[in-house]
């Protein structure tokens, strides 16, 4: 088989399987460039892949990325017998590890869901008011969502009555179920209230969270209400080190304080990983397991749990 048919293939089956891999499929297309694509796999030489990862100054995320993508293609074609043996260098660098999220402190949350903080830092704003503003910054702590999942919600995925948000075509094509606390469905309730009254949001293919316009709110508008918001609030985050509070934090805020909040209930911490892994629409449970050493107060937890166990207190 050819390199570009594997290639093709190879995107297909991942899709068939549940990943969007849009940006690993698009650099496989690119290593073609590089590569002949008519030629067969395991005519590809290391030198073409060499070039392909090639990039000036220091490892980037980018170049681990290209190389990733290589190796999970090249797993699949020599397991199918389209090449027996990989190109890619056997000591290709690491690039830096990535910093870790900030989890944000309970009063940190507060200051930044104050609706006079929230109120302050969207005065005079042209699109994005400040109720829609806090909205949203309620779904991604409150209910853990990604950014594009809270932005993507429609007036139809908001059950009410239920207290279930539908998320679809998530991160990784899997739509899936999301209960929300009694509070966080008040909220919405009454948004989804006053939107209406004041002529916005009909029709249930109408954004639930919408500019004034009625258009999908934008990345870059957030960002700088966030930025403004945390100024306005006095979260500025870890003195060293890189630590600079993010929008998407809120989501990790959420899943630390949720595996603290079980260890202090004395609940089966291990049993329920997995319904958090659902819950925030991870792929597996690799995603979920790097809350548990997040924070010096969620590892406390964890010590205090198992230093009771030790003594015959209870089960872990």
Same mark, same amino acid.
């Given at each position: 088989?050819?390199?570009?048919?594997?290639?093709?293939?190879?995107?297909?089956?991942? /899709?068939?399987?549940?990943?969007?891999?849009?940006?690993?499929?698009?650099?496989?297309?690119?290593?073609?460039?590089?590569?002949? =694509?008519?030629?067969?796999?395991?005519?590809?030489?290391?030198?073409?892949? !060499?070039?392909?990862?090639?990039?000036?100054?220091?490892?980037?995320?980018?170049?681990? +990325?290209? +190389?990733?993508?290589?190796?999970?293609?090249?797993? $699949?074609?020599?397991?199918?017998?389209?090449?027996?043996?990989?190109?890619?260098?056997?000591?290709? &660098?690491?690039? &830096?590890?990535? *910093?870790?999220?900030?989890?944000?402190?309970?009063?940190?949350?507060?200051?930044?869901?104050?609706?006079?903080?929230?109120?302050?830092?969207?005065?005079?704003?042209?699109?994005?008011?400040?109720?829609?503003?806090?909205?949203?910054?309620?779904? #991604?702590?409150?209910?853990?969502?990604?950014?594009?999942?809270?932005?993507? #919600?429609?007036?139809?995925?908001?059950?009410?009555?239920?207290? %279930?948000?539908? %998320?679809?075509?998530?991160?990784? $094509?899997?739509?899936?179920?999301? &209960?929300?606390?009694?509070?966080?469905?008040?909220? #919405?309730?009454?948004?989804?209230?006053?939107?209406?009254?004041?002529?916005?949001?009909?029709?249930?293919?109408?954004?639930?969270?919408? +500019?004034?316009?009625?258009?999908?709110?934008?990345?870059?508008?957030?960002?700088?209400?966030?930025?403004?918001?945390?100024? %306005?609030?006095?979260?500025?985050?870890?003195?060293?080190?890189? /630590?600079?509070?993010?929008?998407?934090?809120?989501?990790?805020?959420? *899943?630390?304080?949720?595996?603290?909040?079980?260890?202090?209930?004395?609940?089966?911490?291990?049993?329920?990983?997995?319904?958090?892994?659902?819950?925030?629409?991870?792929?597996?449970?690799?995603?979920?397991?790097? $809350? !548990?050493?997040?924070? &010096?107060? !969620?590892? /406390?937890?964890?010590?205090?749990?198992? *230093?009771?166990?030790?003594?015959? =207190?209870?089960?872990?």
């Amino acid at each position: 088989m050819t390199l570009r048919e594997a290639i093709e293939q190879y995107v297909v089956w991942r /899709q068939a399987h549940g990943a969007k891999f849009t940006a690993a499929g698009n650099l496989l297309r690119q290593f073609l460039r590089y590569a002949d =694509g008519d030629a067969e796999c395991g005519a590809v030489t290391m030198a073409e892949v !060499l070039a392909f990862l090639a990039g000036e100054g220091p490892v980037t995320r980018h170049r681990e +990325n290209k +190389n990733y993508a290589l190796a999970g293609f090249w797993r $699949y074609a020599i397991s199918r017998g389209y090449a027996r043996r990989s190109p890619l260098p056997g000591d290709e &660098p690491r690039s &830096p590890l990535r *910093a870790p999220p900030y989890i944000y402190a309970r009063d940190e949350l507060r200051r930044l869901l104050d609706p006079s903080n929230v109120e302050t830092c969207r005065r005079g704003a042209r699109q994005l008011d400040a109720v829609t503003f806090r909205v949203l910054l309620l779904l #991604l702590y409150g209910a853990g969502l990604r950014f594009s999942e809270a932005t993507g #919600l429609r007036l139809a995925d908001v059950d009410l009555s239920g207290a %279930i948000l539908t %998320i679809r075509d998530t991160k990784f $094509y899997k739509s899936r179920l999301v &209960p929300v606390g009694s509070q966080l469905a008040a909220v #919405l309730a009454n948004y989804m209230s006053v939107q209406k009254q004041n002529g916005l949001a009909q029709g249930e293919a109408a954004f639930l969270l919408a +500019n004034r316009d009625g258009t999908r709110l934008a990345s870059s508008t957030v960002q700088t209400a966030f930025e403004a918001l945390r100024r %306005i609030a006095e979260v500025h985050g870890a003195e060293v080190g890189r /630590q600079t509070p993010r929008l998407h934090d809120l989501r990790h805020s959420f *899943a630390v304080h949720s595996l603290t909040a079980w260890y202090r209930q004395g609940a089966d911490v291990q049993r329920l990983l997995p319904v958090l892994s659902t819950y925030l629409g991870h792929s597996d449970l690799e995603g979920t397991k790097v $809350y !548990l050493s997040m924070t &010096p107060e !969620l590892l /406390q937890q964890a010590s205090l749990r198992f *230093a009771r166990y030790a003594g015959g =207190g209870e089960n872990v």
